[in-house]
């Protein structure tokens, strides 16, 4: 299997927090850049944040103030952190790889995971 996992999404009230994951399926043998990405319901899709195996980070916008991305090497599994969460981030998460090694030679391109919803109330 060649798939990203996400999980951990919830509802949860306004100011609360939620740690949200990317987990490489078995067929994956390493990960190189990812990212997660969220769309609320009738919106674009749009970038939050994005980290590398070296562990160098971006954000999108001043979104680093409440969102933290990392990533376990060991565990092949990338998460995002968010607290004082808002209404406004209420949005189905998902993420994505811009490649993953399958073999020693071999790489995939633009792997995308199924999301997890995330429901902030007000």
């Known amino acids: 299997q060649v798939r990203l996992v996400e999980s951990g999404g919830a509802q949860v009230q306004a100011g609360g927090s939620l740690t949200l994951s990317c987990a490489a399926s078995a067929g994956i043998r390493r990960l190189d850049r990812v990212a997660w990405y969220r769309q609320a319901p009738g919106k674009e899709r749009e970038l939050v944040a994005s980290?590398?195996?070296?562990?160098?980070?971006n954000y999108a916008g001043s979104l680093n103030d409440r969102f933290t991305i990392s990533m376990d090497n060991a565990k092949n599994t990338v998460y995002l952190h968010g607290n004082s969460l808002r209404p406004e981030d209420t949005a189905v998460y998902f993420c994505?790889?811009?490649?993953?090694?399958?073999?020693?030679?071999?790489?995939?391109?633009?792997?995308w995971g199924r999301g997890t919803q995330v429901t902030v109330s007000s």
């Open positions: 980290v590398s195996t070296d562990g160098s980070t």
């Open positions: 994505n790889a811009n490649r993953v090694l399958v073999t020693d030679e071999l790489w995939k391109y633009d792997i």
